[in-house]
């Protein structure tokens, strides 16, 4: 931690080799806003919805704690949305064509497999530990095919090159306080701050067809419309209605 400056974008910064879930250390830390965790390997790495995330050596997987004060509620999930963004512009620095889809899966490469997911945790005082797994190394074979049989990739996949998790790691950070940074700053306005904008840019889900399930055994075939200032993705139904739906809500996304 000694490496972060006072007046740095992070309050605090430390690396392990090895713990059980970046996500869950962080939020039973109560560390200071801003404070990073990075891990070289999990053991009891988390996905959503309950699911467990492949996390061996070779990946990177790195948390952040936010208590984004002065933010509405309403607009935290953003910060999951912005943390894709943070992965998009990593991956192409890298040469890695890159794209997201709704909510929070870094897609790569031509065969557009899941590169990374992040697990953002809101808690009741408002902060928020947002969870990034990059798949950097070739992943083990045994690794299975995220919901929706999305096939895993990784970046050495795409990218016959060798990756220095160090410096991605790094280039994540700087990527992911320079857009938190705009867009606490605007106090979390999504247009403002031009995550909304850049969002669309990325996103692989907007105008496509899509079949959403959602957690109340619901489902939802339609077309991917627009994403909202408050997060949420409209989907206009084949039934013609437009659905807003929230990313805490969705079991899966097919296409
Ligand atoms: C998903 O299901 O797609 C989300 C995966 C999120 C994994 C990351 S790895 C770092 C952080 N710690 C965890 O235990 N999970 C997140």
New binding site residues.
């Given amino acids: 931690s000694r490496l972060v400056a006072p007046n740095g974008p992070y309050a605090a910064l430390d690396v392990v080799a090895k713990t ?5 250390d962080l939020a039973s830390s109560g560390g200071a806003d801003r404070t990073v965790l990075i ?1 070289l390997e ?1 053991t ?6 309950g ?1 467990t ?1 492949a ?1 061996p050596e070779g990946g990177l ?3 952040v704690l936010f208590r984004p004060a002065g933010v509405p509620a309403a607009q935290l999930p953003w910060l999951n949305l912005i943390a894709g963004l943070a992965l998009v512009r990593v991956a192409r620095s890298v040469g890695v064509e890159a794209s997201l889809k709704w909510p ?2 870094l897609l790569l490469g031509a065969g557009a497999g ?1 590169g ?4 953002s945790e809101i808690t009741a005082d408002g902060s928020v530990v947002v ?3 990059l798949n950097v190394a070739e992943l083990p074979s045994d690794v299975e095919p ?1 919901p929706g049989g999305l096939a895993p990739t990784s970046l050495e996949d795409l990218d016959a090159t060798e990756l220095d998790r160090g410096e991605l790691a790094f280039r994540l950070l700087v990527e992911l306080a320079q857009l938190e940074g705009v867009w606490r700053k605007n106090g979390g306005d999504a247009v403002e701050s031009g995550v909304l904008e850049e969002y669309v840019e990325h996103s692989s889900t907007i105008g496509q067809r899509v079949r959403v399930e959602l957690s109340g055994g619901l489902e939802i075939l339609g077309v991917a419309q627009r994403v909202e200032p408050d997060g949420t993705l409209v989907v206009r139904g084949d039934d013609g209605r437009s659905h807003g739906v929230s990313a805490g809500d969705v079991v899966h996304l097919r296409p």
Avoid at 20 to 24: F, G, K, L, P
Avoid at 44 to 49: V, Y
């Fill in positions: 059980a879930s970046t996500n869950a891990a999990q009891a790495g988390q996905g959503r919805r699911r995330w996390s997987y790195c948390s929070n899966d899941k990374a997911g992040i697990l969870g990034i797994g995220a």
